[in-house]
């Protein structure tokens, strides 16, 4: 049971492979530290806009090491993650608007929904290689996490409404707010005052200024 007044916020874009992984710990650490986890989808693209942000396919060297990374991060964390033939079309041409519209919906209507349905995603642009910007691929991509095919339906259809794509920005222009440049973006609320970090390779110094026990990115023997 968490204690009121502790929260953990996650700002997360499908569109980037470090947030799945960041997603996935988080996840696994949601049953055992004593605070309130919360899924905050929100759009990458907005953020790095105006945050004024270059990313990493803009700067040969970074994109470079993002690729041998990403293979070391993902073996290390256990997170089925492999890239797709052309990194930079899917993130930087195709992107994910409609894909957040949809988890943003799904958040909306069905929250015990979301970590399923972005997880699902997840799988298809980072680990098989599959489109997630069609609507098609986004209806296949909410039945593969359980949810009933007529409620998918609905949701896609709902993802298009001024409702979600205001939801969706506002959660954006929140994570700006709290000075976000990037994805994933964490932030702690403790005893009424918030503080940001940024990576997924942050969530161990956050579990010390929690004070809660860190037992790698995949604690073993508690979680499934």
């Not at 009121?4 to 470090?18: A, E, M, N, T």
């Not at 899924?39 to 270059?54: C, D, T, V």
């Not at 994805?183 to 009424?192: A, I, K, N, Y």
């Not at 037992?215 to 508690?222: I, L, Q």
Request: hydrophobic residues 40%; aromatic residues 12%; negative net charge.
């Amino acid at each position: 049971m968490s204690v009121r007044g502790r929260v953990l916020d996650l700002f997360y874009d499908v569109i980037s492979p470090y947030s799945w992984v960041g997603f996935e710990i988080f996840c696994r650490y949601r049953p055992l530290w004593n605070i309130d986890f919360r899924l905050r989808p929100a759009f990458l693209g907005g953020i790095m806009k105006e945050s004024g942000n270059k990313p990493p396919a803009f700067v040969p060297n970074k994109f470079s090491y993002m690729v041998t990374d990403l293979c070391r991060l993902a073996k290390f964390c256990e997170v089925p993650l492999s890239l797709p033939h052309d990194p930079f079309e899917i993130m930087f041409r195709k992107g994910s608007l409609s894909a957040m519209r949809f988890i943003t919906a799904v958040q909306m209507s069905h929250p015990d929904l979301v970590e399923s349905v972005s997880r699902e995603i997840w799988m298809r642009i980072w680990s098989r290689d599959e489109d997630i910007t069609e609507v098609e691929s986004l209806f296949s991509a909410g039945v593969a996490a359980g949810v009933p095919e007529g409620t998918t339906q609905k949701l896609l259809e709902m993802a298009s409404t001024p409702e979600v794509k205001s939801r969706l920005k506002a959660a954006t222009d929140e994570a700006l707010q709290f000075g976000a440049f990037g994805m994933p973006t964490f932030v702690t609320h403790l005893d009424g005052e918030s503080q940001v970090y940024f990576g997924s390779d942050r969530l161990e110094l956050i579990a010390n200024i929690l004070g809660e026990e860190w037992k790698g990115p995949v604690p073993r023997g508690e979680v499934a």
